[in-house]
């Protein structure tokens, strides 16, 4: 395979080395192989996912930042050797045609200035009988994903999607975000640059959502939506009205909708986003 269709895979992984290794199990069980797999373990003790790891010995094992998953990404960026690369989290399950599109899909792109960015689907399998399909969802004026694209697609997969490397000589994931909102930052920093996404939804990941990390995880969901929204505005859309529009009726509207639903923990937990807002807005001199 030429290098410019080459391909790596990265997991970033944290404490949950059951999931890592059924995630590398159906790597494994492709019927083509990635050129690099490298998984980036943010854990305190790495020996357990080091140890899934050398089960597979195509796969390339490093121990991560530990702050966080966007400077985990970045990690992951720092030895990746190809032209193209997909983030699966280690709680996904590639299915047999996934490699082979993916790799059919960068030799389409390789010629294309810009080279675009692909985003797929998602089965996210909520209980043994659930499962939802997940699309690429545009965001909406408080930084939800739930708008249906009618145009220009400004949003991903990320478990589902395709980054040509060149994008990350010009851009990184903000390492400031801990978990949340990473890839769509990401996405709005690349259309800045002039990159594009499109969608293919014949490329397709199995998703089964880990309890392990989640209590965690959702403490920072709404900063990082917050933040991450914020810095869209004045930063790359340069929309001071917007981003002041914003500020003020987004704390409120966050207190309000948790006050509701869980009471005085609620608002608890909506000062604690805002607090923490606030603070990655000064660390990146937003």
Known sequence: MSHVSSLAICICTRHRAQDLRKALQS???????????????????????EAVVAEFPFAAYQRGPRIGLGANRNACLASVRTAFVCFIDDDVVLPPSFVPLAYRLCEVNAEKLPQPLVSGIEFKHVSSSECF????????????????PAGELKAMVINAGIFPME?????QFDPLLRYGSEEIDMIRHAASLGYRVEFEP????????????????????DASRMYTTAKDYLRYQKNVGRFLLFSMLAPPKLALALTRRYGFKGLLAATKACVLTVQYGIRSSL
Not at 204 to 218: C, F, I, K, L, T
């Open 167 to 171: 994008l990350f000589r010009k851009a």
């Open 133 to 148: 399909r997940v699309e690429p969802h545009n965001a909406d004026f408080w930084g939800y994903q739930r708008v249906k």
């Open 27 to 49: 790597i494994a069980d492709s019927p083509r192989r990635p050129d690099q797999v490298i998984v980036s373990d943010d854990g305190q003790d790495g020996r357990t996912s």
């Open 202 to 221: 014949e490329l397709w990941v199995d998703h089964y959502p880990s309890p392990v990390n989640r209590e965690e995880y959702a403490s920072v969901v």
